[in-house]
């Protein structure tokens, strides 16, 4: 049954074993990778949840920049080296991403949000 769900469910599946362990240490790969949208959220704000309700540590690898914008604390590697790392406000700008990428990165806060602008090399943009 499970190798009948798809990437995205399965990965649902996975989280929520882990969280499921009650362990108070979650190491976690691209939690949010293959999840729509509103499976994404859910997953972000579940690991929120669960490291203030109870007190677990969780330490994520990914690049999602939303899942490291809801975090406590970053740390951006390029080539295997730590190039960055602190809080997400000091952490998530465009000089920082554009670096880590290799694009043009802009970050704007919006309303108390913070939105990632990626400007590719024919004027267009992508969101």
């Known amino acids: ?3 009948e769900l798809s990437t995205g469910q399965k990965r649902l599946v ?8 009650k362990a108070p240490l979650l ?3 691209e939690p949010t990778s293959n999840l729509d949208l509103g499976n994404k ?3 972000i704000h579940t690991l929120r949840r669960i490291v203030n309700e109870r ?6 690898a990914g690049h999602d920049i939303d899942l490291a914008l809801a975090s406590d604390w970053v740390v951006a ?3 295997g080296e730590v190039m960055a ?6 952490i998530i700008n465009g000089k920082v991403l554009s670096e880590l990428y ?3 990165v802009e970050v704007f806060d919006v309303d108390g949000h913070r939105l990632v602008y990626v400007r590719d090399d024919f004027g267009k943009s992508h969101h």
């Open 102 to 104: 290799g694009v043009d």
């Open 1 to 3: 049954m499970f190798d």
């Open 41 to 43: 959220y859910r997953v």
């Open 27 to 29: 190491l976690i790969d």
């Open 85 to 90: 790392m602190g809080a997400p406000d000091d």
């Open 77 to 79: 590697l390029k080539d």
């Open 14 to 21: 996975l989280i929520a074993r882990a969280l499921a362990s």
């Open 55 to 60: 007190r677990v540590t969780v330490i994520a």
